[in-house]
Every structure is written in structure tokens, then in C-alpha cells.
């Protein structure tokens, strides 16, 4: 057996001249996609609006008159939203290996930092839409219940820290998602790490003192109080989203740009 | 055309494909063919970047898989046809693709009759399609793109003899119309059916390579001897082609008479001398999937 002749090249070289890379605006739509044609991925997304919406009309009951008001009602749908928006996020990264269609995205895509990255600006579509939703939801809540008094004192660093916490979850998702490359493995990890550490920290004094700077859960806590936030407030977020967020997501990165893909 | 260049992959200790080179070649179909575990899949894998490779370089069409924009409206392939997420229709699974490639709609249904998964079938999801089925699937996401090479790794696995029957008429018409088809199985009379060309694999190595002609017809000479290096020794002394066969014996293209001379002139005892009779291909495939024997076998015919 041996090579095409150099008189015919035609014979066994690919003519590739004429056809063009995948745009990433169309690798971004297929992963939205992706997050929409399964059940599981489409009952994620309504239990997001769902719960959304349950929470608020509960906290419609539940709250005192004078607390009813916008902010408010921003702030307790940060919680719920919190915890499934990451798990939004781990899914999409990991169901390319859970359910192995890796081997045919990455052979349509060959170069997977283009389709990591695609991943993340859907992922992070749906974070925004979710903050667009919350917002929605709250001011209806608040135009039919709101206490006297309900739309004062609300700035765009509000709805700024509300996006930054909730654009921080989905990344952290798609993070653990990245490191993990398993469904099970990353949303348990998600949700067990913060009580294990805060169970480690109520044992050992040292490492409440120091929670604030390194576990997320703490230096964000800020974020939900209404409160401007102190320098030294601010810097505590970064760190906490630098070992978090950052550190998993370039770590994660990495091993998925070299492994295998069976 | 697909060409594979002394491509090597370790697994710390384990080489699973060991130096591996071959060609397969536009306007035939290429049977990739080995046991289980021999190195097909993994070197599949390295052709389109899935797996990185220790050594060497594999080519599709004078490109590296990832220098191809678009790569598969140029290369179809179908690496795991189970591969595919349970809870996605038949249908979604091609739309999903036709939307990464930029293609249209219509080219999704073409398909979907083309390989017989249109009407009710085509909504269902895929963790209720038999093996069969799924194989079918991924035939028509690897020919979705339209593409001018074929790398199927199993493509008849799970297949009924109907199917394998279609496929072999499929794959004979996009070779016919000079494409490139590379096909992997574990089982000699699917590639026998099927392939023009044969590449054996045994322990990540090449062992054999050839049209099904050349492969099937090794006429010649079988010779176990008492003491195979002796024998190695007299070949060698009378300029005699010979390769181990696996079981302390060796296959030569020379004449029994001459081997039984060689022999004789240097005194070693043969416990067996006959002719090949053309079984050399399956005799070889059987050496290779019999566990205890796959130790024997060396991938160069030893020049003795």
C-alpha cells in the first residue's frame, strides 16, 4: 500500500479551502439547546422559574407588612436560585461525560476551549435571565403587596450585587463541573464542602477567624445584607471566588483541554 | 485517505498501540481488525484528537484532524455508537450536529430515511433504541456532513445480518464514489464481507496488512520445529522468509522442500512441515484472540 502519487494530489488530500470554522455564535446556540432538549435539563430550568415564584408568594404570607418590599424580596429569591443555577452549570459541562456525548462534540469541535467557552456564555445566558426573572417577579410582588415605602433606597449596585452572586454560582457550577466531570460527584461536592467547612470551623477556632477570606459562603454573605460593603469586605470576595471559583475553573480547564475523551 | 505514522500511545506501563503505521486509502474500504483490547478504538481516538498520542502523526487527507474547519463535513465518524445522551430523541441527537455543522433541517429527515429511523422511531428517545438502532444513528451523524472519509469504529456491531447486509452495500457505494472508509471490528468474517483492503492489529501492533486477496491466499509453507531458534538459524543460513506464527512454529512463502532442505542441512528436528493451504489469515486472527498465545506474536516477519 502506498501514498498517493505526487502527480495527483486531488487523490488523497482533503480540499479544505473552501470550508469555514464553526462560529462560536453557533456553538452557543447548540449548547443552549442542550440545556432545553432533555427532561432533565428543561424541569432544572422550570423548577428555577417554579420555585422562584413559589417563594416569593410565601414570603408574601409569611412576611411582616414592613418588610415587604422590593429588596426584600430580591434577596430571598437569591437563595433558592443560588442553589439550582449551579447545578445548571455543572450539568451542561458534565453531561458530555456522564452521558459520554463528548466523543461526538469534541470531534465535531475538535478544539474543546472553544466549546468550554460556549458552554460558559450559555450557562451564564441563563444566569442573567434567571437575575431578569427575579427582578420581574419582584416588582410585581412588590407593586401588588408593597409595604409604604417598598421602592426606596434601591441603587444599581443592587441589582449589581445580585447579579455578581448569582453569575459567581453558575461559574463555580461549571467549575466543579470542569474538575469533577461527573454529575453526582460535583453537585454532591457543591453542596457537602460549605456545611463540612462550617461544621470544621465551629470545631476549630482558627479557621472561623479566617472563614470570611476563604470560604465563599461567608464572604458573600455581605452581599445579601443591603449593606454597602467595607474595602475589606470586597477583598474577602475576591479571595473566596479566587479559591472557588478561579482556581477550580483553571485547574478544571486544563484537565479537560488534555484528557481523553472515551 | 488516512494515513497513520508510527503513532504510539502508553498507558504508564501498558502501550496500547505500539508504532503502529498503515494507509487507508480513497476509493476503498479498510478493515481495521483485531481483538478486543488490540489498540482499534484508542487509535481511532488519536485520529481525531480525541486521545493525544505519545508519538507519531496520524493524517486525514494531508491534514491533522484539527487543522480541518468544520471537520465533519470532511470526516465522518462514529467512534461509540452508545455514546449518545439517553434522554434525547433520535432526531434531536442529528439536529444537535446539523446545528454545529451548518447544515439544514432537510439534511437531518434525508438521513433519517436513509438509515431507517424515520417516522415513530425517530421520536423516541434513544435510551429506548436497541443497539441496532443506535448503530444506525450514528451511521447517519457520521454521513450527516456529507463527508468524503469514514472512520466507524464496530459500525456492525449489534447489527442483525440484515443490517450488516445494508451497511456492506452503504459503505461499497460511498467507497465506489471515492471515498475513504475505515472500519474496525473484532469479528474476521464482518470485515471479511465487508473490507477490500485488511490492517491486523494484535497487542497494539501491526501484524499483517493487505488487500483480503493477498491475506486470504498466503500460499506456502507451515514448519514447527523442535527448537525454534535452530530453525531461525537454518532459515537464515539458506536465505529462507519466515514469521513466527504464534505457537513455537513459522510460516514461510518458500516451498515446503525447501524448508525440509534448510532443515535437514542443519539437523534440526521438525515436528511439523505442510503446506499453508491459504488458511494464514484466520489461523492468524484465532493466534490473536486466544489470550495465552497473543505473548508470540511479533509484528516484523524475522528475517532469518
Redo the contacts between chains.
Keep these: ?4 502519487p505526487a502527480t495527483s494530489p486531488s ?4 480540499d ?1 479551502s473552501g ?4 462560529p462560536l455564535t ?2 452557543i ?2 449548547e443552549i ?2 440545556m432545553l ?4 435539563g428543561l424541569w432544572l430550568i422550570i423548577a428555577i422559574v417554579a420555585i422562584t415564584a413559589l417563594i416569593t408568594v410565601i414570603f408574601f404570607f409569611a412576611a411582616p407588612d414592613g418588610e415587604r418590599t422590593f429588596l426584600n424580596y430580591i434577596g430571598i429569591m437569591a437563595t433558592p436560585q443560588g442553589f439550582l443555577l449551579p447545578v445548571m452549570g455543572i450539568l451542561l459541562i458534565t ?1 458530555e461525560w456522564t ?13 474543546r476551549g472553544k466549546v468550554i467557552a460556549a458552554k460558559v456564555v450559555a450557562a451564564l445566558a441563563f444566569g442573567l435571565l434567571a437575575v431578569v426573572l427575579a427582578c420581574v417577579i419582584a416588582s410585581l410582588a412588590t407593586a401588588v403587596s408593597g409595604a409604604p415605602g417598598a421602592w426606596k433606597n434601591i441603587g444599581v449596585d443592587d441589582f449589581a450585587k445580585f447579579t455578581l452572586l448569582q453569575v459567581t454560582g453558575v461559574l463555580q457550577g461549571l467549575a466543579f463541573g470542569l474538575i469533577f466531570l461527573n454529575s453526582a460527584a460535583a453537585i454532591v461536592t457543591y453542596f457537602v464542602l460549605p456545611i463540612a467547612f462550617s461544621i470544621v470551623a465551629s470545631l476549630w477556632g482558627a479557621l472561623a477567624d479566617i472563614a470570611p477570606w476563604v470560604d465563599l459562603g461567608t464572604s458573600q454573605q455581605p452581599l445579601f445584607s443591603g449593606q454597602n460593603l467595607t474595602g475589606e469586605e470586597w477583598w474577602q470576595i475576591v479571595t473566596g471566588t479566587l479559591i472557588w471559583v478561579v482556581l477550580p475553573f483553571v485547574a478544571g480547564l486544563v484537565r479537560v483541554l ?1 484528557a ?3 | 485517505m488516512i494515513s497513520l505514522e508510527n503513532v504510539t500511545k502508553r498507558y504508564g506501563q501498558f502501550t496500547a498501540v505500539d508504532d503502529v503505521s498503515f494507509v487507508a486509502q480513497a476509493g476503498k474500504v479498510t478493515g481495521f481488525l483485531g481483538p478486543n483490547g488490540a489498540g482499534k478504538s484508542t487509535s481511532m481516538r488519536i485520529m481525531v484528537g480525541l486521545t493525544p498520542q505519545d508519538a507519531g502523526r496520524t493524517l486525514i487527507g494531508g491534514h491533522r484532524f484539527a487543522d480541518i474547519p468544520n471537520p465533519s463535513r470532511h470526516v465522518g465518524v462514529l467512534l461509540d455508537a452508545s455514546a449518545q445522551h439517553a434522554g434525547r430523541t433520535g432526531r434531536e441527537v442529528l439536529r444537535l450536529s446539523a446545528e454545529t455543522m451548518g447544515i439544514g433541517r432537510e439534511r437531518v429527515e434525508e438521513m433519517l430515511t436513509l438509515v431507517g429511523l424515520s417516522g415513530p422511531e425517530a421520536k423516541r428517545r434513544v435510551r429506548n433504541y436497541s443497539l441496532g438502532m443506535r448503530q444506525r444513528l450514528g451511521i447517519a451523524n457520521a454521513l450527516l456532513g456529507d463527508p468524503s472519509v469514514l472512520i466507524l469504529d464496530e459500525p456492525v456491531n449489534g447489527l442483525d445480518p440484515a443490517g450488516i447486509h445494508w451497511m456492506r452495500g452503504l459503505l461499497r457505494s460511498f467507497a465506489g464514489r471515492g471515498g475513504t472508509v475505515l472500519l474496525s471490528s473484532h469479528l474476521l468474517h464482518e470485515v471479511e464481507m465487508i473490507a477490500d483492503e485488511m490492517v491486523l492489529i494484535g497487542r497494539g501492533k501491526i501484524v499483517a496488512q493487505g488487500t483480503k486477496a493477498e491475506l486470504l491466499h498466503t500460499a506456502g509453507t507451515y514448519v514447527k520445529p523442535e527448537d525454534p531458534a535452530a530453525l531461525q538459524q537454518a532459515l537464515l543460513a539458506a536465505n529462507i522468509t519466515a514469521t513466527p506464527s504464534g505457537d513455537g512454529g513459522f510460516r514461510s512463502e518458500s516451498e515446503p522442500i525447501d524448508v525440509g532442505r534448510a532443515a535437514a542441512a542443519a539437523g534440526v528436528v521438525l515436528a511439523e512441515l505442510k503446506r499453508a493451504e491459504g488458511a494464514g489469515l484466520e489461523e492468524m486472527f484465532l493466534q490473536l484472540t486466544s489470550d495465552d498465545a497473543r505473548d508470540a506474536i511479533t509484528p516484523e516477519g524475522v528475517q532469518v
Design positions: 500500500m502506498t501514498t498517493a487523490l488523497g488530500t482533503l479544505i470550508t469555514s470554522k464553526v453557533r456553538l446556540k447548540v439547546r442542550k432538549d432533555t427532561r432533565a453531561q452521558q459520554r456525548t463528548g466523543m461526538v462534540t469534541f470531534t465535531l469541535e475538535p478544539h488534555r481523553e475523551v472515551k
